[in-house]
């Protein structure tokens, strides 16, 4: 239980975070509306970080709060598959609760915000350029670099890191991984952090608010699940990780 309250609690502070931030550029009369990608990006490296430091404060010792890292352990043999399945509920739940927080931290400025999409990727991710092949191939390859690079991160080669370091480290990465791969898609790499806030986007009365655009929804659902399948292909058999 103690694993399952720390993937909900810290997938929940995540999405306050990262969503937070979203919301502080994209929401009218913030104080920083229109901080831009650059915000956005280190927000949300910023949102990882705090959401594994509660995860791990709370029980969780793997902090995934992302099912796709969470079925690529395990494939790894980390996991069962009942457990799997459950963490998976926890991170997805931690989601749709970190969305329903940062409606209620910008409840005045939903209505004053007219742009409808706007409000959308404030919750979840939406294309650049709409091309459901070209999209889904973005947020594999991003999720294939997350998951092989995490796993690169604390391999024995690298040696054990100080403790409470290891978080901090991580959101360096995602940092790193918007920069280069969050410009075609938002790089979702995690269905608990795109379909959960979803949820919430769709059943939160939002003033103003258009459709939760459920015809993309799969992408940044399956795509990063496919995207671990294969981290951990190349990991297992090429690189000896595991």
């Known amino acids: 239980m103690e694993n399952l309250l720390g993937e909900f609690i810290g997938t929940l502070v995540m999405i306050v975070f990262g969503d937070g931030v979203c919301a502080t550029c994209g929401l009218k009369k913030s104080k920083g509306f229109g901080g831009g990608w650059i915000s956005i990006v280190f927000g949300w490296g910023f949102a990882v970080m705090a959401g594994v430091y509660m995860a791990k404060a709370l029980g969780a010792p793997q902090a995934d709060l992302n099912p796709a890292i969470t079925i690529g352990k395990t494939l790894a043999g980390v996991y069962t598959w009942n457990q799997c399945f459950v963490t998976s509920l926890a991170e997805i739940a931690g989601g749709i609760a970190g969305g329903i927080v940062v409606w209620l931290a910008y409840l005045p400025h939903w209505k004053v915000t007219d742009d409808k999409e706007t409000k959308l990727t404030i919750f979840c991710t939406a294309p650049a350029i709409r091309n459901y092949a070209a999209n889904f191939l973005c947020e594999f390859i991003a999720t294939f670099f997350l998951v092989l690079g995490l796993w690169a991160m604390f391999v024995e080669q690298n040696g054990p890191f100080n403790p409470g370091f290891a978080p901090y480290a991580v959101g360096i990465f995602i940092v790193a991984l918007g920069l280069s791969l969050g410009g075609p898609t938002g790089y979702a790499m995690n269905p608990a952090r795109d379909l959960?806030?979803?949820i919430a986007h769709q059943i939160l009365p939002i003033a103003g608010k258009g459709t939760s655009d459920w015809a993309y929804a799969w992408v940044p659902v399956v795509a990063p699940i496919?995207?671990?399948?294969?981290?951990?292909?190349?990991?297992?058999?090429?690189?000896?990780?595991f």
């Open 196 to 198: 959960g806030p979803r």
């Open 226 to 241: 496919c995207g671990s399948i294969a981290a951990y292909i190349v990991g297992h058999h090429l690189l000896a990780m």
